[in-house]
């Protein structure tokens, strides 16, 4: 006989050995094997199912109680049979599921074992002293079985065996009570369980907590851009508005700069068990204030506390001033320094300077002999006409129509439409795209790359191009290295003049000047060789042309290639320690 066979005994009595049955036998065989495999209804898989091998032994304990009841509704374990649960939950839950299952099943089994043990294991008396052997009883038994986070609480009941206690809702809710369940309580689920149809071997949700929430951050809301791309893009003609950059941000007294956003209280949840799931609030952000900026009454808005040009440096909005200039740079304004930005709406005339903390624009031309020098980025609308004597530094990056016999230095990148006799020193990028696109004789010293539509020209003019290194550390070297050489021949001027009250003063002067002179050159010097390990390791930069003429020289570091040739559309960059034309 058959385990199977000695279980259905039990529970249901003997089978006479000269009735045997077995159309019945092969029949709750089926079902079994029909509840373990039921497909789909219309073809739709069930992500949130656990599905179980044919020989588990929840498809046991079903086997039992479809003989007894002759008809029962395969088994069906669905975690969400709604929908409504998070994917990612379901995963992690399955898993938990299935190890829950095949233990509570497992002992549901042994407690059916172990209820024939004693028929089996007395000793045989006689058929008067012999009694009739009680029935083996087990009431239904609801399972509860909590997600991990303990928000959700699924139940599955296994039912009676023999004539034991079928499934009430006074039997659901005090084992549901035993187990501290109480909170989220599907309490139409309860009252329906004790007459459902499907209430045996089906996985029901019947609780379902309360998730916290934690609060949001507080967050500031910008009326200025932090930001300002500096990068001019050229039209469907080749041209570039160099008016439109719009780099000064005029904001007036008391006008807001951002406004700040409270953060929120966090909202507790509570799990299926009652007990209070802790939230986390928002944390606060401050507002940026910094120089020329208030913070309103309330708290929440940061105002500007003067008009000028606002600015975001990183850290902080502040508020620089704004000198604006109607007409030129003569002798009506002199030399200008300022330590905010500058708006100049004509030209800035020869034997002028020009000084900013901040960005300087303008809207003419810089002339031959004039000197401009920006803590910002430079704008020159109408170009910059030198004589060879004309420096123009920005600590960011320079845009001009035009660079005609001057010396420019561009800590960042520098735009232009054409390069004429220039000596460029630039950290960044070098473009020359739009208008003419071309560079035609004098140096460019570029860190990064070099785009441009033409270089040179067919009279092959000696055009240098050099790729990589430190160009605006070295023109500084340069400049410091001019500067001491002109303070020696001045001093040994100054020594051979008779001595006088004057020439003493005079005297003391110049060497205070040219002691610090070689001190900024030793410190330059000293950063010079910490860097140069560095620099080694980086892209040395790179050449992008359409044109470039006979007369043409390319170099990185002390490696010089000379074109001999006109040159289409080329790339020039250093590989493996060599200049390469691709």
Known sequence: MSWKEKITNIL???????EPDSEADAAREAAVEEAAAEPQSGGFIDPARLE??????????????????????????????DGVLPPEMIQRELGRLRS??????????????????????GKKKSDQEQEPEAPLVLDAMPYFFLSLDKLYAWVVV????????????ELLLRTMLAQDISFGVDEQLVDRLSHDEERYFHLFLIARGKPAFDGENGNIVDYFPRSIDRVLEVDEYGQVDYTNLNLIRNVKLGQEICRLIQPTEGNPGRTVLDQEI?????????????????????????????????????????????????GDVDFSTGDINFIGDIN??????????????????????????????????????????????????????????????????ARENLQTDCIINGSIYCDGEVRVRSGRGCIIGGRIWAAKMVNV??????????????LGGLPCTNFEREIIQRELKELTIELEKLECQLDSPTKSSILGKTRMKL???????????????????????????????????????????DEILRLRQETRHCVVKMVCGEIVVM
Do not use: W
């Open 515 to 557: 002691s610090v002179a070689e001190l900024k050159l030793k410190q330059l010097e000293e950063d010079l060789a910490d860097i140069k390990l560095t620099l080694e390791e980086k892209e040395s930069g790179r050449l992008e042309c359409s044109l470039a003429y006979p007369g043409t020289e390319i170099s990185f570091g």
């Open 344 to 409: 100049i709406a004509g030209d800035v005339l020869s034997g002028f300077t020009v000084r900013a903390m901040g960005s300087i624009h303008v809207g003419g031309v810089v002339e031959a002999g004039s000197s401009v020098e920006a803590g910002g980025d430079l704008v020159v609308v109408k170009g910059i006409l030198g004589d060879g004597t004309t420096i123009v530094r920005s600590q960011r990056s320079v845009f001009s129509k035009y660079i005609e016999n001057a010396t420019i230095y």
């Open 453 to 466: 539509q033409t270089v040179g020209s067919q009279s092959e003019v000696r055009t240098s191009v050099a």
């Open 52 to 81: 179980l091998p044919p020989d588990h032994a929840l498809f046991r304990l079903y086997d039992l109680r479809r003989r007894k009841s002759g008809y029962l509704p395969a088994p069906r374990l669905s975690l969400d049979e």
């Open 100 to 121: 829950a299952m095949t233990s509570v099943c497992g002992a549901r089994l042994k407690q059916i074992r172990d209820g024939e043990k004693p028929s089996r294991s």
């Open 278 to 326: 802790p939230a986390k609030s928002g944390r606060p952000v401050p507002l940026p204030k910094g120089r020329n900026t208030e913070i309103s009454e309330d708290g929440l808005t940061l105002v500007a506390s003067m008009a000028g040009h606002v600015e975001f440096t990183g850290r902080s909005f502040q508020v620089k001033p704004v000198m604006d200039i109607q």
């Open 12 to 18: 249901f009595g003997p089978k006479a050995e000269t």
């Open 158 to 169: 296994f039912p009676p065996v023999g004539p034991g206690q079928e499934l009430s809702r």
